[in-house]
């Protein structure tokens, strides 16, 4: 497998439920992201994970929880959400090297995830 | 803090002419600056970057952009699109001074759909 690997693709859970999205960076980088897509809005940064600590931690709700158990796999742990929390979450990875600027951004397909 | 605007949230052209993509960002002494497309169904993948030097910038599938920074623009360009060109587009800033990929500040996004 290549590049970034999100699953599931798609999925509906009720607002009492407790669900994990899971994402696999191939591609050797140090850092990796969680994006939410929403119609209309600007993608809106979550979490960010370099060298598996959480550096970024963009005042999102206690209902998402991330994981990174190592540098090639990220997760986001889902419970009771609320129906506005229906979007598309995106999850990417870069090679951040300091003092050579920003990484290209590499994306997963994403997490399309409704809430009902 | 960085913003970025796009202007035109959905663009029509037909198959074979020339399209212009506006972005414009807050002022800053110094930026670096991206665009990024989504095909239907699929996560964003770089276009092209400026980090420095010259000011046009060439990117994947015959897509330009010119840094004008008395302007504080970084418009998108292609010559003659074709159907498969179809796809949103992104605009993405971050400041040099800050660095890293977590910093980067995406546009809302504008919706180009090439027409037979």
């Known amino acids: 497998e290549t590049g970034v690997t999100q699953t599931p693709r798609h999925l509906v859970m009720g607002m009492t439920n407790k669900k994990s999205l899971k994402c696999e960076q191939h591609l050797g980088h140090n850092a990796m992201y969680w994006y939410k897509q929403s119609a209309k809005k600007p993608l809106e940064l979550m979490f960010v994970y370099s060298l598996e600590e959480r550096v970024e931690n963009n005042s999102v709700p206690s209902r998402f929880s991330p994981e990174c158990p190592n540098s090639s796999h990220l997760f986001l742990h889902l419970h009771t959400l609320q129906p506005e929390d229906s979007a598309l979450y995106l999850c990417?990875?870069?090679?951040?090297?300091?003092?050579?600027?920003?990484?290209?951004?590499?994306f997963g397909e994403g997490s399309r995830l409704t809430v009902l | 803090a960085q913003s970025v605007t796009q202007l035109d949230s959905q663009v029509p052209v037909f198959e074979e002419a020339p399209v212009e993509l506006r972005c414009n960002y807050s002022s800053s002494v110094s930026v670096y600056l991206f665009w990024y497309v989504q095909y239907p169904n699929q996560g964003l993948q770089l276009l092209l970057k400026y980090l420095s030097g010259s000011t046009l910038v060439k990117g994947i599938n015959g897509f330009e952009a010119e840094f004008n920074k008395s302007q504080t623009s970084f418009h998108l360009r292609k010559p003659s699109v074709h159907i498969s060109d179809t796809a949103e587009y992104f605009c993405a800033v971050s400041d040099p001074d800050q660095g890293g990929s977590e910093k980067l500040v995406f546009g809302k996004g504008t919706k180009l759909t090439v027409n037979p």
């Open positions: 990417a990875s870069s090679q951040d090297d300091k003092g050579r600027g920003p990484g290209e951004l590499f």
